[in-house]
Structure formats: structure tokens, C-alpha cells
């Protein structure tokens, strides 16, 4: 009763929260960041770890659950973003939000470019 006078003095209503087209642009995009994607990582590791280390069959429903954000990041893949119109690829949500720099999982390692360079030694 207590909980219900509180969402109703907030404006709003106590079953459902409602997220601003501007909020869930700053989560997808903050889980497509470099930041994000490294969370999401080592969150999917420490499943993968802590539930292949109970040995129960419960825990490997948590390992194999653990696989979907780590694979998930480390392919630069933001599955929650086609839930919400945005992209499901990270590149192509960083260009569409206007994120310009953060290309590579690791600070300082750059992508090697697609372009074709000539390795002539003068």
C-alpha cells in the first residue's frame, strides 16, 4: 500500500516503469561502448566460471547462460538494440549515436584497415 501511494506521487503508476526513448539510447549505447562491452565480458566469464565450478546441472544452465554476453561482446553485438530500433552490430550503433573513437576492445590497439597498403622497402 505503502509502495502504491509512492509510484502515484511520482506520477507514475506503481505496475509499470516506463523508460524514455532517450534513457534506453544511453543503455544500448553504453552497452555498445568500450566500458560496456568489457562489463558485459567479464560478467559472462565470472558465470561461465561460477557455474562450471558448482558442477551441478543447475550450474551449467549458468554457464551456458554466461555464454550469451560473452560472446555477445566479443563480437561487438548488442542484442537488445533491435528490441529498441537501434542496430544489432556496436559499430553501427556508435556511428548512429554519434560515437566517434572507440573502434577497438583495447585502448591504443587500432583495427587493421581494410584498405590494401603496398610493403615496399626503399
Known amino acids: 500500500m505503502a509502495s502504491e501511494r509512492r ?14 526513448p ?7 549505447g553504453f552497452m555498445a561502448s568500450r566500458t560496456g562491452r568489457w562489463l558485459r565480458i ?7 566460471l561460477g557455474g562450471l565450478r558448482t558442477g551441478t546441472a543447475r ?3 549458468v ?6 554476453p560473452l560472446v555477445a561482446a566479443s563480437l561487438d553485438l548488442v542484442l537488445l538494440g533491435p528490441l529498441f530500433g537501434l542496430p544489432m552490430r556496436g559499430s553501427d550503433i556508435r556511428r548512429e549515436l554519434g560515437v566517434t573513437g572507440e573502434a577497438s576492445l583495447l585502448n591504443g590497439h587500432r583495427r587493421a584497415s ?9
Open 59 to 61: 550450474g551449467a544452465a
Open 114 to 122: 581494410s584498405r590494401c597498403v603496398s610493403m615496399t622497402l626503399h
Open 7 to 20: 509510484g502515484q506521487a511520482r506520477g507514475r503508476s506503481p505496475e509499470r516503469v516506463h523508460l524514455r
Open 42 to 48: 567479464v560478467t559472462g566469464s565470472c558465470l561461465v
Open 63 to 68: 554457464a551456458l547462460l554466461g555464454l550469451g
Open 22 to 28: 532517450g534513457e534506453v539510447r544511453m543503455v544500448v
